[in-house]
């Protein structure tokens, strides 16, 4: 008998529970955690891809134990090809970066490679390193923060702080929102050329100065169902239709039906054609290939 009325208490409360969960309706909106400042990290190895000359005349050129050493990272010491000849003191500080492309070469979608051109050349930030000891035409340098390890032939650059954008204040997510009628652009890659992202991650997008993009700015992330050149593994019309699973009845087409807004990022970086986007938040997961607004 207890076991009886046991199992009808158990009853009476899952039907309960799926009543009360058939009852609320669906959300818009979602809440969206206030994002913290981005930290050093996220700002100095966020890469960058430009489309001017970056001057490659100061390089990292050996290190310490370099007989047995091929890369260097923080706390090491390497040798710079400027001296007091040349301007160098003790005190200088140098980002270091690397022209990088991808190993894959493989494009994740139709225009990608197409696109990449246009932007530019990517670089890799690697980090910082400061001069200790100055000869007449080389230096010694410590690595004092590293995003990566270095090698002989890395570029420096002279120091220069990178402005940090505000974030907007946290609230709901739009997950329908409506287009911005703003400039709209792909996510080319991600950095180190990965094809998706989510959030904190960093991604490349083919807009920047020219296109009226500033440091700050907001892009919203965003997927269109059935185009004809897909982010994401599909079956040939699944937006309207899947054997066995139902059909519309009609050919839907990508632009007949609602854009899927994935999620939003934060301008970091921005030269002529390209700007380096934090994502600071993500429904699901971002490719290679998605569409971007400015918000």
Same mark, same amino acid.
């Given at each position: 008998?207890?076991a009886n009325?046991?199992?009808l208490?158990?009853?009476?409360?899952?039907?309960?529970?799926?009543?009360l969960?058939?009852?609320?309706?669906?959300?818009?909106t979602?809440?969206?955690?206030?994002?913290n400042?981005p930290d050093?990290s996220q700002?100095?190895?966020s890469g960058?891809v430009?489309?001017q000359k970056v001057s490659?005349?100061i390089?990292l050129?050996?290190?310490?134990?370099?007989?047995?050493k091929?890369?260097?990272?923080?706390?090491d010491?390497?040798?710079?090809?400027?001296g007091?000849n040349q301007?160098v003191?003790?005190?200088d500080?140098?980002?270091?970066?690397r022209?990088?492309t991808?190993p894959?070469?493989v494009p994740?979608f +139709?225009?990608q490679a197409?696109?990449?051109? $246009?932007?530019g &050349?990517? *670089?890799?930030? @690697? /980090?910082e390193v400061?001069v !200790? =000891?100055v000869?007449p035409?080389v230096s010694?340098?410590?690595v004092?923060?590293?995003?990566?390890?270095?090698?002989?032939?890395d570029i420096l650059?002279?120091?220069?702080d990178?402005p940090?954008?505000?974030?907007k204040?946290?609230?709901?997510?739009?997950?329908?929102?409506p287009?911005?009628g703003?400039?709209?652009a792909?996510?080319?890659?991600? +950095?180190d050329?990965?094809q998706t992202?989510g $959030?904190?991650d &960093?991604i *490349?997008?083919? @807009? /920047?100065t020219?296109q009226? !993009? =500033?440091l700050?700015d907001?892009?919203?992330i965003?997927r269109?169902?059935?185009?004809?050149a897909?982010?994401?593994a599909?079956?040939k019309?699944y937006?309207?239709m899947?054997y066995?699973y139902?059909?519309?009845?009609?050919?839907?087409?990508?632009?007949?039906l609602?854009?899927?807004?994935?999620?939003e990022?934060i301008v970091l970086?921005?030269?002529h054609?390209s700007?380096?986007v934090?994502i600071?938040?993500?429904r699901s997961?971002?490719?290679? /290939?998605d569409?971007?607004?400015v918000e």
């Amino acid at each position: 008998m207890r076991a009886n009325a046991a199992g009808l208490c158990l009853s009476l409360v899952l039907s309960a529970g799926a009543c009360l969960a058939q009852e609320a309706p669906p959300a818009a909106t979602q809440p969206v955690a206030k994002a913290n400042q981005p930290d050093h990290s996220q700002v100095y190895c966020s890469g960058f891809v430009t489309d001017q000359k970056v001057s490659d005349d100061i390089r990292l050129i050996s290190g310490e134990e370099s007989r047995i050493k091929l890369i260097f990272s923080r706390g090491d010491y390497v040798y710079i090809n400027r001296g007091v000849n040349q301007g160098v003191r003790e005190g200088d500080r140098f980002l270091a970066v690397r022209a990088v492309t991808d190993p894959n070469r493989v494009p994740w979608f +139709k225009w990608q490679a197409k696109l990449m051109k $246009a932007m530019g &050349t990517a *670089y890799a930030d @690697l /980090g910082e390193v400061r001069v !200790v =000891k100055v000869q007449p035409s080389v230096s010694i340098a410590q690595v004092t923060f590293s995003c990566g390890p270095m090698q002989r032939g890395d570029i420096l650059r002279p120091y220069v702080d990178r402005p940090v954008a505000q974030f907007k204040e946290g609230g709901p997510f739009d997950i329908f929102a409506p287009i911005s009628g703003k400039p709209v652009a792909m996510v080319v890659t991600g +950095k180190d050329f990965t094809q998706t992202a989510g $959030a904190n991650d &960093t991604i *490349y997008v083919n @807009l /920047g100065t020219n296109q009226g !993009v =500033k440091l700050g700015d907001y892009f919203r992330i965003f997927r269109y169902q059935g185009t004809h050149a897909e982010t994401v593994a599909t079956e040939k019309g699944y937006q309207y239709m899947q054997y066995g699973y139902g059909s519309a009845g009609k050919a839907y087409q990508w632009n007949d039906l609602p854009r899927e807004i994935l999620g939003e990022g934060i301008v970091l970086n921005v030269s002529h054609n390209s700007s380096t986007v934090l994502i600071t938040y993500s429904r699901s997961d971002i490719y290679a /290939g998605d569409y971007v607004e400015v918000e």
